[in-house]
């Protein structure tokens, strides 16, 4: 699995960057929602991270997919809905679970 950026945008109203990234997988392979996250984190490590979609692209071996990129977690738990928050596994409490 290979990610690469195709457009970052600071959107300083909300306080994050919107990132867009498109995935070149392999044939059969499944792309699962933590790996996506793992593999961007280690890019964008100064905030929070949450995937906000994630898709397949019809007919081709790639999926694209938009993340968000938070300052801190209370703004991200202001702004997103909580089947966002629940899908990308970010507690009630302010911690992210395990």
Known sequence: MEITDEKVEANKYLDRKVITFRIK?????????????????????EGVLIVYTLKNVYGKN???????????????????????????SIGEHGEEKK
Do not use: F, M, P
């Not at 997988?25 to 699962?32: A, Q």
């Not at 999926?63 to 990308?88: D, P």
């Open 25 to 45: 997988k392999e044939k059969g392979e499944t792309v699962k929602l933590e790996d996506v996250k793992d593999k961007l984190a280690e890019r964008y490590s």
């Open 62 to 88: 790639e999926a694209k997919g938009i993340a968000h990129l938070y300052s801190n977690e209370n703004t991200a738990k202001k702004v997103l809905q909580k089947a966002i928050l629940k899908k990308n």
